[in-house]
Nanobody, 124 residues
Framework: QVQLVESGGGLVQAGGSLRLSCAAS????????MGWFRQAPGKEREFVAV????????YYADSVKGRFSISRDNAQKKVYLQMNSLKPEDTAVYYC?????????????????WGQGTQVTVSS
């Protein structure tokens, strides 16, 4: 089993930046894809970004391309989401997710482990 804990959320003005962190514990993360999803009240949880921990490849949702960047530190079992040029539409609870023995996926159902989420609020 894998435990995931997100941190780094908060309140920021439009145009500002935040960096989210996801700390993993339990089993090793070799060949594990790590993703970020977000969910606003009353809306479906949506894909944000994913990174392949085996090869370092990344993929982003169209809505965040050019603004967000996902990175990893396998030695510390951490994944990050750097968020720049934040917009009010980015306001949501952000979740870290893990997909053991898998590659890049945008589908929520493909991920086996989830963190508790961290709130990001962007004011105008």
């Amino acid at each position: 089993q894998v435990q995931l804990v997100e941190s780094g959320g908060g309140l920021v003005q439009a145009g500002g930046s935040l960096r989210l962190s996801c700390a993993a514990s339990g089993r090793t993360f070799s060949n594990v894809a790590m993703g970020w999803f977000r969910q606003a009240p009353g809306k479906e949880r949506e894909f944000v970004a994913v990174i392949n921990w085996s090869g370092g490849s990344t993929y982003y949702a169209d809505s965040v391309k050019g603004r967000f960047s996902i990175s990893r530190d396998n030695a510390q079992k951490k994944v990050y989401l750097q968020m720049n040029s934040l917009k009010p539409e980015d306001t949501a609870v952000y979740y870290c997710a893990a997909r053991p023995r898998g590659d890049l996926s945008v589908r929520k159902s493909d991920y086996d482990y989830w963190g508790q989420g961290t709130q990001v609020t962007v004011s105008s």
